[in-house]
């Protein structure tokens, strides 16, 4: 009787006449990473990578040191180091990097039942599934798909907006003060932490969206499993950090969810509506460059009108403007209070893995923005009832004890 594995043989040579030679090159590197995400960083090798006629830009693009040698001499990518923001994969002329992939274990645990799987998706994902995909018609595509439902992103946004806010209003007293922000942006937290951490002081301590929306949802349904979607690889780093590994079990990007979409037969577009908007404006603009500061000095002015020194935000996205301003910031050469950084040109909606180019997704977040009811979270009464089924009943509260929103760095 055959083996699968003499059957898989012959019909590579029917058909190829090179079973031999696949055999050899199959890797179990690569079903390792298929099958446990988990244990490899978020750039994997798509294929073997010895000999480079490039001088190892891959290796020069990292300025994380995530590539290394092992005790063969062959070159791997560090999971404890490799933050997933994809510069390595856009130096490689040879396309032998890609992004590691979550596929199965989000499939699996679908599967298997046994856990309410929640969709986390990112602002930025309007447009990306078609221009008819609506919020509601993407909800009802994950429930198709078989998760217990979707959470919009936006809403913690809205959450964090407030908290940098209060913060802001509390710690600027002086033209000399600043913060740094986005919390959102994991590229730019890892390079303040990783690279400048001297100006980690001027971080206010915050969690990101997507471990805030992930902490709640397991608040709120402690057997949940958490998968977040959005256009950044670097989430699927942030998501294995150990102080907010509780959050987050999966990330998926916007092209592996098209992926399994088409796989399963179903369009978004072609569903009915599953219509809840939480978000305000404020949360949804996260999603582009200019968005944070944005929406945190709409907040501050309705916070204290009064107040004299107002935000007065400097913002860059890419890794080299990022590296840029903060270099010209420790100069003292930077006349602002409010340093905003995005690791993707655009912010989130010009991430590697968004499905649509990033003009049109700017202009996308920008309209759904202006579609929303509230203009920032103080207004929005689903943040506010939201605070206060976590337990937090006032401002001190918010700021002092919010541990589902506060990480040391």
Avoid at 36 to 56: S, T
Avoid at 198 to 211: D, I, K, N, T, Y
Avoid at 237 to 259: G, N, S
Wanted: aromatic fraction near 8%.
């Amino acid at each position: 009787m055959k083996t699968f594995h003499q059957l898989y043989l012959d019909i590579l040579k029917q058909e190829t006449g090179k079973g031999r030679i696949l055999e050899e090159e199959y890797d179990p590197y690569h079903m390792d990473c298929l099958l446990n995400p988990g244990k490899h960083a978020p750039i994997i090798f798509a294929e073997n990578c010895e000999q480079c006629a490039y001088e190892r830009a891959c290796e020069n693009s990292c300025i994380f040191d995530a590539f290394e040698r092992d005790e063969k001499g062959k070159i791997v990518i560090n999971p404890e180091k490799c933050i997933g923001c994809g510069a390595c994969v856009d130096a490689c002329r040879l396309e032998r990097l890609a992004a590691n992939k979550d596929i199965v274990p989000v499939l699996t645990a679908i599967r298997k039942e046994e856990r309410e799987v929640y969709a986390l998706i990112a602002p930025a994902f309007l447009g990306q599934f078609g221009e008819k995909v609506t919020v509601g018609r993407l909800r009802a595509a994950f429930k198709a798909m078989g998760f217990k439902g979707m959470v919009e992103v936006a809403v913690f946004a809205d959450i964090l907006t407030l908290k940098e806010a209060l913060e802001f209003d509390a710690n600027i007293q002086s033209e000399q003060d600043y913060q740094l922000t986005s919390c959102c942006c994991p590229v730019w937290i890892a390079m303040i932490r990783k690279v400048y951490h001297e100006l980690l002081p001027h971080v206010p301590g915050a969690v990101s969206p997507m471990v805030a929306a992930g902490r709640v949802v397991k608040q709120l349904h402690p057997d949940a499993v958490t998968v977040f979607i959005g256009p950044c690889m670097a989430k699927k780093a942030e998501a294995r950090e150990p102080d907010i590994a509780d959050a987050v079990d999966y990330v998926l990007t916007f092209q592996e969810v098209q992926d399994m979409f088409e796989a399963a037969d179903i369009n978004p577009a072609e569903l009915g509506e599953d219509e809840k908007e939480h978000s305000s404006r404020a949360g949804r603009i996260y999603a582009r460059t200019g968005g944070v500061s944005e929406a945190v000095k709409e907040t501050v002015k309705q916070l204290n009108p009064s107040r004299k020194i107002e935000v007065k935000a400097e913002r860059a996205d890419g890794v080299p403007a990022c590296r840029e301003m903060i270099e010209r910031l420790q100069k003292g050469e930077i006349n602002a209070n409010f340093f905003e950084g995005m690791g993707c040109k655009g912010g989130c909606v010009g991430g590697p893995k968004r499905i649509i180019p990033m003009e049109e997704g700017r202009g996308n977040v920008n309209a759904y923005g202006k579609r929303a009811e509230y203009q920032t979270p103080l207004e929005n009464p689903f943040v506010l009832e939201l605070l206060e089924r976590l337990g937090f009943h006032t401002v001190e509260e918010f700021l002092e004890k919010s541990d589902l929103l506060v990480r040391e760095f």
